[in-house]
Nanobody
Framework: VQLMESGGGSAQPGGSLRLSCVASGFGFHYYDMSWIRQAPGKKLEWVSSINNLGGGHEYIDAVKGRFTISRDNAKNMLYLEMNNLKTEDTAVYYC????????????RGRGTQVTVSS
């Protein structure tokens, strides 16, 4: 399993970023996928998941209405559109296989840093 995230960076509160993850080395289209994050000094936290067919979107309450997860199975890509960013969204974001209960335990990439500050 290889996962490589990109698209992070710095943004002001209220801004937007779009994260991408390219997957390889496994049958991406068979797997439910998630985004997870780790804020400074905190544990890994599941953020959002999507089933293998692109449905079944789930989000933690803190990002509902602001983040949108999507995927393109033809390109082995996973995305996270993040709008109305808040300072508490600052974290390293990872894509991972699995869903809410399993994503933080499985393989993930190196992550992409998202920093939200004014």
């Amino acid at each position: 399993v290889q996962l490589m995230e990109s698209g992070g960076g710095s943004a002001q509160p209220g801004g937007s970023l779009r994260l991408s993850c390219v997957a390889s080395g496994f049958g991406f289209h068979y797997y439910d996928m998630s985004w997870i994050r780790q804020a400074p000094g905190k544990k890994l936290e599941w953020v959002s998941s999507i089933n293998n067919l692109g449905g079944g979107h789930e989000y933690i309450d803190a990002v509902k209405g602001r983040f949108t997860i999507s995927r393109d199975n033809a390109k082995n890509m996973l995305y996270l559109e993040m709008n109305n960013l808040k300072t508490e969204d600052t974290a390293v974001y990872y894509c991972a296989t699995g869903t809410r209960g399993t994503a933080t335990d499985g393989p993930r990439g190196r992550g992409t840093q998202v920093t939200v500050s004014s």
